[in-house]
């Protein structure tokens, strides 16, 4: 809503309430006054709101989401105001006692009454008659004034409030008198239309294809699911189904990168998932991973893509890159020492602080986990479980002798590194 | 509901005075808002442009 259906709205409120009597006459000036200074208001704000659109559109280094959110703004700025003045109006006519005497008929008027956008219109065009009253041109300049309004009210509300700010502001000029802007703006809007249309019919129809796309379980399934479909929108093209096809076999054989797909539909993540699924070709490697929760087994296997490995971490498989399985073994790794770590904790609550605090020390000053101290740690724990028969010199030699190649030779041990904070926490 | 039978004239001027105040403080406080609104989005361009020209610089060294 902008000021020309806020200017309608006052328009119609104030200048057919005509005094009963004379002793009503002050009481219609202030509301006719009250209207003037509304009326003011709001064009001013309404030019302002022009002048606002056209600046961030002039703005050095505007994308077209800042003009989407300057429209939200000008949106949202009109809503409220129109709110203000229906409200006022409202108030006002309870106070001078129109609406306790009259609720019937208000009731059906508001039945009858136009839109916000006929409203529009109907101003617009008025405008327009009167600005080529007299002129030659005048019935073609009406007709395609309809038209374009006619157009503005078939776009979603989010898109109508720029053309209707770009109709008030060519029927306001005085320059722009040409036909030629006119017709220029009808098919802007008849694009926008289009588009909008076009748009709405995609996304209904990817609706509909995500869920059977959700539902495939072999890449055969996904294959007849595309078959039979006319394509996907995507971010920035539009795919028939062939080329789809084309490009899912090429992920599918490791010649294509996953990214090569469009995220609509969730095509990407199933031929993800179907992707992940273990070849029964291909040699599986299984190892053990000890976390707080106990000891899994967990597979890989390795596919045609060097940067691309299939991981089931004992739930289920998926695929992920090279750089995701290290960080997920660190992440492992980290875990495992945890463990180690709360069954050094496990032992203080039996009371057998001597025994953890010997231990810390040892591991503080002795414990480098490097290569090459590990031949040196193995000995010493080996003596340690020897002497004292405590498991956890064992759960630890055993940890080592399975993760030897684990170690760097150069970096600071993340074992090392728990111990030293939980040694600062003990202090 | 405003219970207009016992409103004098005088008063409903008085009333109908202070709601059209009270709208044009309203409207006030929305173009506030608005212009609030706005230049937090300028500000938000301008640091995005100052952003990617410094990208850009880096790159280019």
């Keep these: ?427 | 509901m405003l219970q207009n039978n016992n409103i004098s004239d005088k008063n409903k001027v008085k009333l109908i005075n202070n709601i059209y105040n009270k709208a044009l403080s309203d409207i006030n406080n929305i173009k506030k808002e608005r212009d609030d609104k706005i230049i937090k989005l300028l500000k938000n361009i301008d640091d995005r442009h100052i952003d990617k020209i410094l990208k850009d610089i880096k790159n280019t060294k």
Excluded at chain 1, 101 to 121: A, F, G, H, I, Y
Excluded at chain 1, 209 to 223: G, N, P, V
Excluded at chain 1, 248 to 274: E, H, M, Q, W, Y
Aim: with cysteine; net charge negative; aromatic share 6%.
């Design chain 1, 1 to 427: 809503m902008d000021f020309e259906n806020k200017q309608n709205k006052i328009e119609e409120f104030a200048p057919e309430k005509k005094p009963e009597n004379e002793k009503n006459l002050e009481i219609y000036d202030v509301i006719n006054n009250g209207e003037k200074r509304l009326s003011g208001a709001s064009e001013k704000i309404s030019n302002e709101n022009i002048q606002a659109i056209s600046h961030v559109e002039n703005y050095p280094g505007t994308e077209s989401r800042d003009i989407e959110n300057t429209q939200g703004i000008i949106t949202e700025t009109n809503q409220k105001i129109n709110q203000v003045i229906e409200n006022t109006q409202k108030n006002v006519r309870e106070i001078v006692g129109k609406n306790s005497e009259t609720n019937q008929e208000k009731d059906l008027n508001q039945e009858k009454r136009p839109s916000q956008d006929d409203l529009r219109e109907v101003n617009i065009i008025k405008r327009i008659d009167n600005k080529f009253s007299g002129r030659e041109n005048r019935d073609e300049f009406l007709n395609i004034s309809r038209k374009i309004t006619e157009k503005i009210k078939g776009l979603p509300d989010n898109k109508k409030e720029v053309y209707w700010q770009k109709m008030l502001s060519l029927v306001k000029s005085e320059q722009n008198n040409d036909i030629y802007y006119y017709k220029e703006l009808h098919d802007e809007a008849l694009n926008e239309l289009k588009m909008v249309e076009k748009n709405s019919s995609l996304k209904n129809r990817d609706m509909a294809i995500e869920d059977r796309i959700t539902k495939c379980s072999s890449f055969e399934d996904l294959d007849v699911v595309l078959s039979s479909s006319e394509g996907l929108s995507g971010s920035s093209n539009n795919y028939d189904s062939e080329n789809l096809k084309n490009i899912i076999s090429d992920v599918k054989n490791f010649k294509l990168p996953l990214n090569a797909l469009t995220r609509s539909a969730g095509l990407r993540d199933k031929v993800k998932n179907l992707l992940a699924t273990p070849d029964p070709l291909v040699t599986t490697n299984r190892f053990e991973v000890t976390t707080a929760d106990g000891t899994n087994i967990w597979e890989s296997q390795n596919t045609p893509n060097p940067e691309l490995i299939r991981l089931n971490r004992g739930r289920h498989w998926e695929l992920i890159s090279k750089s995701e399985y290290k960080e997920i073994l660190h992440k492992a790794k980290e875990d495992e020492i945890g463990a180690y770590v709360d069954l050094l904790d496990k032992y203080k609550k039996e009371n057998l602080g001597e025994k953890r605090n010997s231990m810390i020390n040892f591991i503080n000053n002795e414990f480098i986990f490097t290569k090459n101290h590990l031949g040196e740690i193995k000995e010493n724990l080996s003596i340690l479980y020897e002497k004292t028969n405590t498991p956890i010199y064992k759960k630890l030699l055993d940890y080592i002798n399975s993760s030897e190649n684990k170690f760097d030779g150069n970096q600071e041990s993340p074992f090392l590194k728990k111990i030293k904070s939980l040694k600062e926490k003990s202090n």
